[in-house]
C-alpha cells in the first residue's frame, strides 16, 4: 500500500505549482487594481460601518507637532493591558527608556502615540504629549493576550495597517514600535509582543537606501534576504510611492489569507512576484543593533539600539524582563569607558520564553492553524470549529502554525456522512525534507452504510510501508470522536476515544529508524483519494453527494514546541519554562489494562496488518514485525 501523506504531498505540489502560475499571470492586472484603485476600496469593514472611526484632520495635527524636519515621525500603539499597573506599566517602561537612553532623550518629542480604547488614552494624556485616539467605543477587543487572536482583534491590526497607509499617504515617514497584544504564527514563535525599549538613537544604523525596513526575530546574516522572518512590531518605513503601494497590496491580500494577521500575511506576500512590480527595495534589520530576546546570543551594550521583548508571553514575564534590561542599562552607563569593554551584555531573559501548549483545555483554531489550501476550508464559532469542504473544484486542508518534537495530541474530528466513497480524511504529523518523519491517522471513506476504514502509517526518514487498518467501534459521522497521538522518544500510540489502537516502539537498536529527531507540523486536508481509497480504487466518487465536509473541534496539544533550533522542553534551552519531569507523556507506556484493550481492538477491528501480508513481503515481514511491536 502507498501511504496517501505522500500522496497528498504530491497532489499539494502540483496544485501549488498551478496556483504559482496563475498567481504570476495575475499579478500584473492586480498590482494596477490596488495601484489606480481609490484606497476606499481597501478600507476595513469596521471603518467603514463606523465601529470605528479616526480624525484624519487631528492626525494630521498630531503629526505636525511630533515631526521631525524631514517629516519622520515615531508611532505606537497603546492598549489599556500595557498601562497597567499605572506606576509600573510597559508604557512607563518604554518611555522611561528614552529619558535614560543615549541620544534618545530628544526623540520623545517625535513620539505619536495612537490608543486604542479610553483608559489607555487617559494614561497617554497624562504621560506624554503627542496621543491620538482611534474611537473603539463599539468594538469587541479582548482583555487580554490569551483572547488575542479573535476575529475582531486581527481586524484590529487590519485597521493600523490602514492607519499607517494614510500617514504614508500624508508624506510622513515612520518608525512603527508597537504596543499590542499579539500571537504569532507559524514561522516564528508562540507567542509574541512588539514591546521595546530604545537604548541608542537607532536612526544612523538604518540603511540609507531602504524604503522599507523591518526587524527580524533571527537575523541570518544579509538584510537582503527575504528569507529573514518579519516581526512587524518595528519597522522604518519611507513615505514614496513604492512604500504606499505596497501598503495597499499587503491589505489587500489578507482576503487570500483569512484569519490572518498583518504579519503573518506579510511573511507570505513577501515573496509574491507582485512586491517585485512595485519596486520597493525591502532589507531586515541586524540584530546585533535591534536585539531582542529571541536571539539571546546578541546581547552586546556597546552597540545594541533597540531591545524587544520577542518570544515572551504574559505582561508580567515582559515587564520584568524588560525592567530588568534598563537596570543594567543604568548600571552599564555608570561605567567607565575602559570597563564598558568588559561589561558589554544584559542579564535575562528570566521569565520570557515561549510555552508548552497547555493540554488545560481546548485551543482556538485561529490561533494554533492556518488554512494553507483549498476555497472551502472555514473557521467558525469565534475559532472552535474548524471544516474542510471537498466539491469538484477541490479539497482543502489546513496545518499547525507551530512544530513540535514530541507530546499528546488530541483532536475531535467528526468525519463526512453518508455516502463518502472516494475521499480521504488526513489527520497527521509530518517534518520537511526528502528524509521526512511522519504519523498519519487516514480516514477512508465509503458507500453509506458501509464502515470508514482508519489507515495508520509511521515513516521515519522517508521510509515507511508499516500500514494498519481498522474499522471503528463507532459510526465517526454522528458526531466528534477524538483521536490522539502520543509521542515520546520511546514510542507513538494511537488512540481512538482515549483506546489505545496501535502502537509503534522505538527499536533502533535492531537498526530499525524511529522519528524523534525531526520537528513536526499537525496537518490535516480532506481530498479526492478515489483512484485507490475505497476498495482499492474501484469505487468512486459521486460528485451528486458533494460538497463533503468534515469538521474538527477541541485541539489540545501537551507538547514541545520547537522552533530556531531550540525545545521549550529542554531545561538546557534559553527559551525553556517547563520541567520535563512534569510531562507525564514524555515518559509514558501502556498499563495492563490498556494494552489489553488495544488487544481487543487488534482482535475485533483490524482488518489489514502490513506484518501478516505474505503477497507484499514474500521474504518474510520486516524485522519489527518479529519483535513486540504492539
Not at 494596477?32 to 481609490?38: G, K, V
Not at 464559532?381 to 469538484?392: A, E, I, M, Q, S
Not at 509511521?458 to 454522528?478: A, K, M
Amino acid at each position: 500500500m502507498n501511504s496517501s501523506g505522500g500522496r497528498n504531498r504530491h497532489q499539494l505540489n502540483q496544485k501549488n505549482v498551478i496556483l504559482f502560475i496563475a498567481l504570476a499571470v495575475s499579478c500584473l492586472f492586480l498590482y494596477h487594481t490596488i495601484r489606480y484603485s481609490s484606497y476606499n476600496n481597501v478600507i476595513s469593514p469596521l471603518i467603514k460601518s463606523n465601529k470605528v472611526t479616526t480624525d484624519d484632520s487631528n492626525l494630521d495635527i498630531v503629526l505636525k507637532r511630533a515631526s521631525m524636519k524631514d517629516k519622520t515621525i515615531i508611532i505606537t500603539t497603546l492598549n489599556q493591558a500595557w498601562t497597567e499597573p499605572h506606576s509600573n506599566s510597559l508604557f512607563d517602561i518604554f518611555l522611561e527608556s528614552f529619558r535614560i537612553g543615549e541620544g534618545t532623550r530628544k526623540l520623545l518629542n517625535h513620539l505619536v502615540v495612537v490608543s486604542l480604547d479610553p483608559k489607555a488614552h487617559a494614561q497617554c494624556k497624562y504621560k506624554h504629549p503627542h496621543c491620538f485616539a482611534i474611537n473603539t467605543s463599539s468594538f469587541d477587543l479582548p482583555s487580554s493576550e490569551e483572547n488575542a487572536l479573535t476575529p475582531h482583534y486581527i481586524e484590529l491590526m487590519w485597521i493600523r495597517i490602514h492607519l499607517l497607509t494614510s500617514i504614508l499617504e500624508m508624506g510622513y515617514n515612520f518608525v512603527f514600535s508597537m504596543f499590542t497584544n499579539r500571537r504569532v504564527t507559524k514561522s516564528v514563535l508562540a507567542y509574541q509582543g512588539a514591546d521595546v525599549v530604545w537604548l541608542r538613537n537607532p536612526f544612523p544604523h538604518f540603511y540609507p537606501d531602504a524604503d522599507f525596513q523591518i526587524l527580524s526575530d533571527r537575523f541570518i546574516g544579509s538584510s537582503r534576504n527575504l528569507k529573514n522572518s518579519a516581526n512587524a512590531g518595528f519597522k522604518y518605513v519611507k513615505s514614496n510611492k513604492r512604500t504606499i503601494e505596497l501598503y495597499k497590496f499587503w491589505y489587500e491580500s489578507k482576503k487570500n489569507h483569512p484569519g490572518l494577521n498583518d504579519q503573518d500575511v506579510l511573511n507570505k506576500i513577501k515573496f509574491d512576484p507582485c512586491i517585485k512590480n512595485i519596486g520597493i527595495t525591502i532589507r531586515f534589520l541586524d540584530t546585533a543593533y535591534f536585539s531582542g530576546f529571541c536571539e539571546v546570543s546578541k546581547k552586546d551594550f556597546n552597540t545594541v539600539c533597540t531591545i524587544i521583548s520577542n518570544c515572551c508571553f504574559g505582561v508580567e514575564a515582559k515587564v520584568h524582563d524588560l525592567r530588568l534590561v534598563l537596570l543594567d542599562w543604568r548600571k552599564f552607563m555608570e561605567l567607565l569607558p575602559r570597563q564598558k569593554l568588559l561589561q558589554q551584555s544584559w542579564s535575562g531573559p528570566h521569565k520570557c520564553s515561549f510555552p508548552t501548549v497547555s493540554s488545560a483545555g481546548p485551543s482556538n483554531f485561529y490561533d494554533d492553524f492556518e488554512i494553507t489550501w483549498g476555497h472551502g476550508a472555514k473557521i467558525h464559532d469565534n475559532g472552535k470549529v474548524l471544516t474542510l469542504n471537498l466539491d469538484k473544484s477541490g479539497g482543502s486542508g489546513f496545518q499547525s502554525k507551530k512544530e513540535y518534537l514530541f507530546g499528546k495530541i488530541d483532536m475531535r474530528i467528526k468525519l463526512v456522512p453518508g455516502y463518502s466513497a472516494g475521499t480521504v480524511t488526513a489527520y497527521y504529523l509530518s517534518s520537511k525534507g526528502a528524509n521526512w518523519d511522519e504519523i498519519d491517522f487516514e480516514f477512508l471513506g465509503n458507500v453509506t452504510g458501509e464502515p470508514y476504514t482508519l489507515h495508520t502509517n509511521v515513516f521515519s526518514q522517508g521510509n515507511g510501508d508499516r500500514e494498519r487498518q481498522f474499522h471503528l467501534w463507532f459510526d465517526p459521522t454522528t458526531d466528534f470522536h477524538t483521536y490522539s497521538i502520543l509521542w515520546n522518544p520511546k514510542r507513538v500510540i494511537f488512540y481512538a476515544d482515549d483506546v489505545p489502537i496501535r502502537e509503534f516502539k522505538n527499536l533502533e537498536y535492531l537498526g530499525i529508524p524511529f522519528p524523534k529527531n525531526q520537528p513536526m507540523r499537525i496537518y490535516s486536508s480532506l481530498w479526492n483519494a478515489d483512484s485507490w481509497a475505497t476498495q482499492g480504487g474501484r469505487i468512486k466518487i459521486d460528485w451528486k453527494y458533494a460538497p463533503f465536509t468534515a469538521s474538527y473541534s477541541n485541539f489540545t496539544a501537551d507538547a514541545c514546541i520547537w522552533a530556531f533550533g531550540a525545545s521549550s522542553c529542554d531545561t538546557n534551552s534559553p527559551y525553556s519554562n517547563s520541567n520535563s519531569k512534569t510531562k507525564v507523556w514524555l515518559r509514558h507506556e501502556l498499563d495492563i489494562a490498556k494494552k489489553r484493550k488495544m488487544r481487543w481492538v487488534e482482535k475485533n477491528h483490524m482488518v489489514y496488518d502490513y506484518c501478516k501480508d505474505h503477497k507484499r513481503f514474500p521474504h518474510g515481514p520486516p524485522l519489527e514485525c518479529s519483535v513486540d511491536n504492539n
